[in-house]
C-alpha cells in the first residue's frame, strides 16, 4: 500500500476553508486509501499538555496532591512542573496565580506546542501557547485534569471503533440544544447509511487482516452532550471553549468532532450547525488519508486517559509515512461555521 510523507503549513484554501501543504511521496502513483480517522487512531499519538503548579516556595513532587498528575506524567499525557510562585512568573502564570487569591497552589493548565498560539502568552522564552484551564490544586481537581466522565466516555467510543464522537455543549436555551442535537443526530444517521470505507483490496491488505485489528473499522458517529457549567466537566469545558479566540462569546450550542485519539477539528458554532457543514466535517474524517503528519494540522489534542497503544494493538491497516517527499499538494479541509 502506498504510504504518504509530508510537510505542512496552514493556509487560506478557495472558499475560505482551510488548507495544508502536504508532500506526497513517489510512492503515491496509487493513493493511499486508508480513512483519515484510521490513521490517526494508528498514527497519531496526542502531544502532552504542560501542567504547571504554582505554590508559594514550591511543594514536593510527593505530595499526595500531585499524584494524579505525576501519573499522568508518566504515561506521557501531561508535562508536570511544580514552581515557586514567590519569585518571577511569565504573564499568564502571575494572572493565575493573583486570580486563585495568591495562596495557592495553583495548577494551570496549557495546551500542547503543537496547538494553535493563543494572545495571551504564558509561557517563557516567546511562548505563546493558550492556557487551557486554571484551578486551585487539590486531589480531586488535579484529577479532573486528567480524567471526567465525559472524556472517559468519547475515550470508550473510540476504541470501540466510533469513526469519530460529536461533542455537544449545550447553553440554557432548551429549545437551540434540541435543535442542534436532532441535527446533528439526523446527520450521522445519514453518515451511517451512505458512507462507504474502502474494502480489503482498495486498502491492499488481506482481507483476513480486518478481522484481527482490535478496534473494528466501521462507520459509527455518537453524541456526548454535556452543559458548559457541568462542574465535574470544567477542565473538557475549558479546553473546547478556549481552542479558538472567541468561542466564549457565543452563548449558543458548540459541536466538536473528536476522531483518532482525540483530535478535535474547528467548532460548529449555534446556526453553523447544519447538515451541510456536519457532512464536510465527515468527509474529511472519513476520507483517504492525505495529512499523515500530525503536527500543523487544523484541530487540537484531547487530554483523554486512554491506553492508545494497547487498545490499537500490533495488526495496523495503515504503514508508516515515508520519509521521501516530492511537490507539495494543496489539499482543503473544513473550517468550522459560524452563525449568520
Known sequence: MATMGLSTR?????????AVIVALSAATAVACRVPVFRYALERWAPAPYDVVVLAREGMPRTDPRLASLVAAEGRGAVTLEVADASRPLAAALAAAWTVHGGEGPVAVVRYPRSAPAGRDGGGRDGDRRRVAHVTSL???????????????????????????????????????????????????????????????????????????????????????????????????????????????????????????????????VGRGITPENIEDAHTFITGACSCVVKEQNP??????????AAAVGDVLVSDPPSSVGTKPKLLPIPPGARPR
Open 10 to 18: 496552514p493556509g487560506l484554501a478557495a472558499g475560505g476553508g482551510i
Open 299 to 308: 484541530g487540537f489534542d484531547l487530554l483523554l486517559d486512554v491506553d492508545w
Open 138 to 268: 487539590d486531589a480531586a481537581s488535579a484529577a479532573a485534569i486528567t480524567s471526567s466522565p465525559a472524556r472517559n466516555e468519547i475515550g470508550r467510543h473510540l476504541v470501540s471503533g466510533a469513526t469519530a464522537v460529536w461533542v455537544l455543549l449545550e447553553t440554557s436555551d432548551a429549545a437551540a440544544n434540541a435543535a442542534a442535537r436532532q441535527t446533528l443526530e439526523d446527520a450521522c444517521t445519514r453518515a451511517r447509511d451512505t458512507i462507504r470505507l474502502p474494502d480489503a483490496a482498495e486498502l491492499a491488505v488481506d482481507p483476513r487482516l480486518l478481522d484481527d485489528v482490535r478496534i473494528p473499522l466501521g462507520i459509527d458517529f455518537p453524541l456526548v452532550a454535556l452543559p458548559r457549567d457541568d462542574a465535574e466537566e470544567a477542565f473538557l469545558v475549558d479546553c473546547l471553549l478556549g481552542s479558538e479566540e472567541d468561542l466564549r462569546d457565543y452563548d449558543e450550542p458548540i459541536a466538536f468532532p473528536v476522531f483518532g485519539r482525540g483530535v478535535v477539528l474547528h467548532a460548529l
